[in-house]
């Protein structure tokens, strides 16, 4: 079975800081893996993805993700956040061949001024 | 907009009763899929179709639970004698028939208040 787990349900960060949010996985067999962004009252819009090839992926709004097959990690990455990127992100990984994604149970970002 | 659109928006209904909501996924996109997220959870699969058919059925989609999807276009999520537990945000989302790994476009959701 696979799941996923995103560490941090809230990161707090002020505004032009970088910030982290940690996503880990667990599956016994290969994975892709995806960050959503969900706005309030809106539905869920990819940021990035990562298939194959290399593993550090770009993905919109400044935003990279790195995977770390050692460490089963995809960690989402922005050198420099704004206010408009308060909102909630969640991890998801999907299996080959099938379909239905594993979300973890997100991360509130809250960008301060 | 050609985005994959979901109604109604919000529902509020007694516990007992029975509610549908729709989803209408992109036109091209012959996969469709239902989530549902509770507060503080990311979504959890639900079902999924490819065209008319449905090819997968989660465990948390008891009896009271039947989605459709005729002729292979919108989908609709019927509960039946719904419970509190059952208030959640239904997303659906569609994504074209192409190798494994597709990004799923999400719908904005349906809220179901159930009271």
């Known amino acids: 079975a696979q799941s996923v787990t995103q560490l941090d349900s809230q990161v707090p960060v002020f505004e032009e800081a970088p910030v982290e949010l940690r996503c880990n996985y667990s599956?016994?067999?290969?994975?892709?893996l995806f960050w959503y962004v969900q706005y309030p009252n809106q539905g869920l819009q990819l940021l990035l993805k990562?298939?194959?090839?290399?593993?550090l992926v770009k993905g919109i709004n400044g935003f990279e993700a790195e995977f770390n097959k050692s460490q089963t990690s995809f960690h989402l990455r922005k050198p420099s956040v704004h206010i408009s990127d308060t909102a909630e992100y969640f991890c998801?990984?999907?299996?080959?061949?099938?379909?239905?994604?594993?979300f973890g149970s997100g991360t509130k970002l809250n960008v301060k001024p | 907009d050609t985005g994959v659109s979901q109604n109604p928006r919000h529902k509020i209904t007694k516990r007992g009763q029975n509610v549908t909501f729709r989803c209408d996924p992109i036109?091209?996109?012959?996969?469709l899929y239902w989530y549902r997220q509770t507060l503080g959870q990311g979504p959890e699969f639900l079902t999924y179709?490819?065209?008319?058919?449905?090819?997968?059925k989660s465990r948390l989609l008891s009896d009271r639970f039947s989605a459709e999807r005729p002729k292979g276009s919108f989908s609709t999520l019927e509960i039946q004698r719904t419970e509190q537990g059952d208030s959640a945000m239904y997303l659906c989302?569609?994504?074209?028939?192409?190798?494994?790994?597709?990004?799923?476009?999400f719908g904005p959701g349906t809220r179901l208040t159930v009271l």
């Open positions: 036109s091209e996109h012959n996969r």
């Open positions: 179709f490819q065209n008319e058919a449905q090819l997968e």
């Open positions: 998801a990984v999907s299996v080959y061949n099938f379909n239905k994604f594993y």
């Open positions: 989302a569609s994504s074209p028939q192409r190798l494994s790994g597709n990004e799923q476009f």
């Open positions: 990562y298939l194959s090839g290399s593993t």
């Open positions: 599956s016994s067999v290969s994975v892709y």
